[in-house]
């Protein structure tokens, strides 16, 4: 399995940006992916996750007024549209992948609940 993201950069505040979460090596539809940021000297936080197997989106409040995620199924691709950027929003981006067919219930924003990780894309708002 390999996710690979990017559309990470330096934007101004109140700008934009998309992320993509590439995945490969895995079927898709049995996959919860779900986006996290890392800033430093902080813990990995929960953004947004799409479950594919259960068509479900959540989102933290935090951001669910500024950033949407969205399921390309056919190319294998989640998105995060990311508007109104803050320089508090400055962090390591990275996507995370679980397979669903475990069963049972998990809490999506916790990054433990997550089989695999992509390398992560650096996203800078400057102010």
């Known amino acids: 399995v390999q996710l690979v993201e990017s559309g990470g950069g330096l934007v101004q505040a109140g700008g934009s940006l998309r992320l993509s979460c590439s995945a490969s090596?895995?079927?898709?539809?049995?996959?919860?992916i779900g986006w996290f940021r890392q800033a430093p000297g902080k813990e990995r936080e929960g953004l947004s996750c799409?479950?594919?197997?259960?068509?479900?989106?959540y989102y933290a409040d935090s951001v669910k007024a500024r950033f949407t995620i969205s399921s390309d199924n056919a190319k294998n691709t989640v998105y995060l549209q990311m508007n109104n950027l803050k320089p508090e929003d400055t962090a390591v981006y990275y996507c995370?992948?679980?397979?669903?067919?475990?069963?049972?219930?998990?809490?999506?924003?916790?990054?433990?609940?997550?089989?695999?990780w992509g390398q992560g894309t650096q996203v800078t708002v400057s102010s």
């Open positions: 995370g992948a679980r397979n669903t067919n475990y069963g049972g219930t998990y809490y999506w924003a916790t990054p433990d609940e997550y089989d695999f």
């Open positions: 090596g895995l079927t898709f539809d049995d996959y919860a």
């Open positions: 799409v479950d594919n197997s259960e068509d479900t989106i």
